[in-house]
């Protein structure tokens, strides 16, 4: 499983960036997809996973804002992120999980390259 992600770049507080990830690969459809964020100097830390039956979950610092979603016939998943702030400047990754709690990063085995978001204030 290969995943690439995209989209990423430099917006002013209260921007918006859509992030897509191509996956490659005959079972996009059975994964599990999620996206991650690391800051400098901070750990990598869970945003939001959509699971293989499109139930979409968020971390509370970006409900309202972040959107995720998922197009099957397109192998790829995408974040719509709007109202950004300065804190949500990180890495973003998106990454695949195959079988268990969508929710639990440990699930997650297969990482894109990951895509510098910037938001300046």
């Known amino acids: 499983v290969q995943l690439q992600a995209s989209g990423g770049g430099l917006v002013q507080t209260g921007g918006s960036l859509r992030l897509s990830c191509a996956v490659s690969?005959?079972?996009?459809?059975?994964?599990?997809m999620g996206w991650f964020r690391q800051a400098p100097g901070k750990e990598r830390e869970f945003v939001v996973a959509?699971?293989?039956?499109?139930?979409?979950y968020y971390v509370e610092s970006v409900k309202g804002r972040f959107t995720i979603s998922r197009d099957n016939a397109k192998n790829s998943v995408y974040l719509q992120m709007n109202s950004l702030k300065p804190e949500d400047t990180a890495v973003y990754y998106c990454?695949?999980?195959?079988?268990?709690?969508?929710?639990?990063?440990?699930?997650?085995?297969?990482w894109g390259q990951g895509t510098q978001v910037t938001v300046s204030s």
């Open positions: 959509i699971s293989r039956d499109f139930l979409a």
């Open positions: 690969g005959r079972s996009f459809s059975t994964y599990h």
């Open positions: 990454a695949v999980s195959e079988n268990g709690n969508f929710l639990m990063r440990s699930t997650y085995g297969h």
